[in-house]
């Protein structure tokens, strides 16, 4: 049995990307004038379903490129315990928990990049993850994303390749989401289950009888 689990706004309140960029902005590695302006207007459109993904990894890696692979771990650790753990979910925490007491394995598949996907995951106690692929030459931060795009149509690509390079197939798989960016994927795997649901997600769920669950965090 799999567990799968969206990151933002189903197990932390806020959007993991957006935080960093304020994060980076806070700490004067982001100088770029508009930032917040066009972070805003990313973020509209991925409500909207209409953000293009490489357009907003481009601008949110921008001012990281060129830093070593160390350099980047060493900084997202210090965001993920500043900015993250503080934002994590009680009803996130308490279904991945009941999960593992069935022994299911349990994934977070999320169109955030990698290298804040992974050390979040860690952080809450999850091994397992999938993100959007950050290119590096030569331990150095490119700027540039990889074909693995976990977003909308992407995140069923991304955990159909990632159970064929299991040796096992789980007999069923659950999927936690707050988004309508997310139906792709809920509506392929066996368990849907809407997590603290945006109005287009919480209607389908309600139209469809899937679970809802909603932290009272989420909703501040």
């Given amino acids: ?6 990151l933002d706004e189903t197990l932390i309140h806020g959007d993991s990307s957006q935080l960093f960029t304020h994060f980076l902005r806070a700490e004067g ?11 805003s207007a990313f973020m509209a459109a991925y409500h909207a379903g ?11 890696l921008e001012p990281l490129r060129g830093w070593h692979r160390s350099e980047v771990a060493e900084l997202v650790e210090r965001f993920v315990a500043l900015e993250i753990l503080p ?5 996130g925490r308490e279904r991945v928990d009941w999960h593992r007491r069935q022994g299911h394995d349990v994934l977070i598949i999320s169109a955030t990049g990698e290298h804040l996907v992974a050390p979040i995951g860690h952080a809450l106690s999850i091994d397992d ?8 030459q030569e331990d150095t931060l490119t700027g540039a994303i990889g074909p693995r795009r976990p977003f ?4 069923v690509d991304a955990l159909k390749q990632w159970l064929a390079d299991r040796t096992a197939t789980p007999e069923r798989v659950w999927f936690y989401s707050d988004s309508h960016n997310d139906l792709p994927l809920l509506q392929h795997v066996d368990h849907p289950v809407a997590m603290n649901p945006d109005p287009i997600l919480r209607a389908h769920a309600q139209a469809e009888s899937w679970p809802i669950y909603v932290d009272e965090k989420a909703l501040v």
């Fill in 1 to 6: 049995m799999l567990a799968v689990f969206d």
């Fill in 29 to 39: 590695i982001d100088t770029m004038p508009d930032a917040n302006a066009r972070d």
């Fill in 50 to 60: 209409k953000m293009d993904l490489e357009d907003y990894m481009a601008f949110s």
């Fill in 87 to 91: 934002r994590a979910l009680a009803v």
């Fill in 129 to 136: 993850s999938i993100g959007v692929q950050i290119e590096w």
């Fill in 152 to 155: 909308r149509d992407g995140k």
